[in-house]
């Protein structure tokens, strides 16, 4: 009997149909498979014991990069033709594609491309239906050749009998190529001079020049990276003059996980993390001693680690670097978009790099590096990028007939589009501060738009942070004039906590579950700056505040992120610290660092003033992390975001915990007493007021969450999950810091449209 099969999930450029197809063959049943944007629809003639085993083998044998959802089986009216085909793509019309994340190199094309009889011998773009790029090469749906960048290179005769025969690994992988029709390396200068355009040569002599000492920007899946190597100090300080980067940690890309164990500490959870399909960037803690530069991560007890996951970084390190470690970070000036274009790349890395290795493969869609961290055995997301981007994450508790578009906040920015009961969380963007950073915000938008069928008409409100300046908001604003969409304001912490629920599937109007959101800032509704709170969530798109951390004052504004010496004299005011006290003390620290007031007495008075007759308040767990890690001399000048916080971590991380004080009481003792030992009473204190709160607050809630950036942190992590057991909720999925607000904002929007 003729039966219509319709599969749900990632279904799309993974091998599915050539799947379909083998397998058909190997069961004798006759029909058809062709895409249908979103889903794929399979036609057989079979009889209802042969249906149960096709539905069963296609949901456990399904390809690596499948993503089998659903499959919904009806009786089919029409014919069925003899044998089995796949048929062209159908009408896309009024679909929800789901667009494949980029894959590493498989094993099977890696046996290729080092197998000096292969054809594709060292060719850094081998490819198949099992592996390669996906989202940064798609333009359109239906996923065909003619869809994706490779649609500039027309296939060989050779590749072409691969793609067209349905026992190949290749057969319709819109990725296949080869060193005759495919893609190609060449060498430039900062110039645009060509001083080697011939594939393999090209890569030889850049990873020479690493060898000798040069930066090479090198174009991947994604975009660009700054190469050089990793352990010498000298090229390392002298990479972060030319970037401007005088602290913020580089990340590293060894050949193997033998040579990681040289330089990191690896655990089984951490293995896997390196070498799953989605090869993050996995942030690990460091070897003592360690061998790489100490520059590559200064102050931290932690180093963020890749694998080799694009043909070209495989070919660099078996035939030319062997074990070599390299520095490998987004070739980006400090708050601007990472290039993906060669002419961009000379003009934003001229004076950074002193080469360029790029190809002539359009990248459709820019995609940084995910990045995790192995929290007590556990996996969690830092940035949700390549690899991860664009799987949807499924909102069972929101109406499906609304569409929200939502913009993030400011710094660490995803966008997200929620339709249909699926949030598709965008790549990385970073600090919309900067013009061409927010023009890639509204990029990303409208091309996730796009390739999901719809247009701005579509939209039913865009979601956006509470802050008034924002640079999402104003462009919220001005989306809202252009079309004639609802804009919804959602308060900051609020949309962390939606985006912890929204991962566990968790309902707010079904289920009491109070959340701790703590990080660095964040727009109150009452004006100031919050940071330390615990909200319970309601089913209206609303929230209680049920508890926070005192309010400080928070003296010059965003000037005490950057100089946190500044929250140090707010706690020690609230520790009963006369002002002659607090000058005579600032004083001190100015002699002795003068950059951590690089004003002077000057500022010295103005950061009294603001003690005194505050204009903001803050309730920031993080501006606690920064007024003592300042106190103890750990960090007092802030080089990129969350810094202070992170190297007091650090000094903790080798410490007992101690027992918890008030806040104001560590600051003081961290300045009286200046014992890094003060670290981790810092942590046990803070874990304390913000753990405690909760249990103060509400009475047998269903679960209790923890989110927001400080919840990157492994002591209160650690002591959450203590305190908290089974009951907590904590993010696996998308990260606890800004990348994952907009998952958060969408729902916030979505409960309050459905009232």
């Not at 799953?276 to 520059?295: A, Q, T, Y």
């Not at 004052?553 to 100089?563: F, V």
Request: hydrophobic content about 40%; charged content about 30%.
């Amino acid at each position: 009997m003729p039966y219509r099969l319709i599969v749900r999930g990632i279904v799309q450029g993974v091998g599915f149909r050539p799947f379909i197809h083998r397998l058909a063959e190997e069961m004798g049943l006759n029909g058809y498979v062709r895409n249908l944007g979103d889903r794929v629809e399979i036609v057989v003639d079979a009889d209802e014991e042969r249906l149960r085993e096709l539905v069963r083998r296609i949901e456990e044998e399904a390809p690596p990069l499948a993503r089998v959802t659903g499959i919904d089986v009806e009786e089919h009216p029409g014919p069925v033709p003899e044998g089995f085909e796949i048929k062209k793509s159908g009408s896309t019309e009024e679909l929800e594609p789901q667009m494949p994340p980029d894959a590493p190199v498989c094993e099977d094309c890696l046996r290729e491309m080092f197998d000096p009889e292969d054809r594709r011998y060292l060719y850094p773009f081998t490819g198949c239906t099992n592996c390669g790029p996906r989202f940064t090469i798609i333009e359109g749906f239906p996923y065909d050749r003619e869809n994706t960048t490779m649609a500039d290179f027309p296939l060989c005769n050779a590749c072409k009998r691969e793609y067209e025969d349905p026992r190949d690994r290749r057969y319709h992988a819109q990725v296949v190529c080869c060193p005759e029709c495919g893609p190609s390396y060449r060498l430039e200068d900062t110039e645009g001079n060509v001083l080697d355009d011939d594939c393999l040569s090209a890569i030889e002599k850049a990873c020479e020049a690493i060898l000798e000492g040069a930066k090479v920007a090198i174009k991947g899946i994604g975009g660009f990276h700054i190469a050089c190597l990793a352990d010498e100090d000298e090229i390392v300080l002298d990479l972060r003059k030319r970037l401007g980067r005088p602290q913020q940690p580089f990340a590293v890309m060894a050949p193997d996980l033998d040579t990681v164990k040289r330089f990191a500490v690896l655990d089984e959870t951490a293995e896997r993390a390196l070498t799953g399909r989605e090869r993050p960037i996995v942030v690990l803690p460091k070897r003592d001693p360690f061998p790489l530069s100490e520059h590559v991560a200064p102050g931290l007890h932690t180093v963020g680690v890749m694998l080799p996951y694009a043909g070209i970084h495989h070919v660099m390190f078996r035939e030319f670097l062997g074990d070599e470690v390299l520095i490998m970070t987004s070739a980006n000036p400090p708050g601007l978009p990472m290039a993906i274009r060669t002419r961009d790349a000379r003009r934003t890395l001229k004076g950074i790099v002193d080469l360029i290795l790029t190809h002539d493969r359009r990248i459709a869609a820019r995609c940084d590096d995910s990045v995790v961290r192995i929290l007590s055995g556990t996996v969690r997301p830092l940035r949700r990028s390549r690899g991860y981007v664009p799987v949807p994450i499924e909102v069972p508790f929101v109406p499906r007939d609304v569409v929200i578009v939502a913009l993030g906040p400011e710094l660490d920015v995803t966008a997200c589009v929620l339709k249909g009961g699926k949030a598709y969380l965008s790549q990385h963007v970073g600090n919309v501060r900067k013009t061409p950073t927010l023009d890639f915000l509204l990029e990303t938008v409208e091309r996730f738009l796009r390739l999901m069928n719809m247009g701005w008409d579509d939209v039913d409100a865009i979601a956006h942070d509470m802050h008034p300046t924002f640079a999402s908001t104003v462009l919220a604003r001005r989306l809202e004039e252009e079309h004639g969409v609802e804009r919804i304001p959602v308060q900051h912490h609020h949309a962390h906590a939606l985006a912890l629920l929204a991962e566990h599937g968790v309902d707010p109007g079904e289920e009491q579950v109070p959340v701790v959101a703590a990080d660095g800032y964040g727009y109150g509704t009452d004006g100031n700056a919050w940071g330390g709170e615990v909200l319970l969530p309601d089913g209206e798109g609303g929230f209680d505040r049920l508890a926070h951390l005192d309010p400080v004052p928070m003296p010059g504004g965003d000037e005490a992120t950057r100089r946190p010496i500044r929250m140090t004299a707010a706690y020690l005011y609230e520790a009963g610290w006369s002002e002659d006290e607090i000058r005579e003390y600032l004083r001190g620290v100015v002699n002795e660092d003068p950059e951590a007031l690089k004003h002077g007495e000057r500022e010295i008075e103005a950061v009294l003033a603001g003690i005194k007759r505050p204009t903001v308040l803050t309730t920031s767990a993080g501006r606690f992390l920064d007024a003592v890690s300042a106190a103890l001399g750990v960090c007092r000048v802030r080089t990129y975001e969350g810094e202070p916080a992170m190297k007091l971590e650090a000094v903790a991380a080798g410490e007992e915990r101690g027992e918890p004080m008030p806040l104001p009481e560590v600051v003081e003792a961290a300045v009286t007493e200046g014992d890094p030992r003060i670290a981790a009473v810092a942590h046990a204190s803070l874990a304390e007021e913000l753990h405690g709160a909760v249990e103060d607050s509400v009475e047998s809630p269903d679960a209790v969450g923890v989110t927001g950036g400080v919840y990157n942190n492994e002591l209160l992590t650690a002591d959450a999950r203590t305190r908290f057991g089974p009951s907590l909720l904590e993010h696996r999925e998308v990260p606890a810091g800004d990348g994952g607000v907009s998952l958060g904002q969408a729902v916030a929007a979505a409960l309050y449209l459905r009232g």
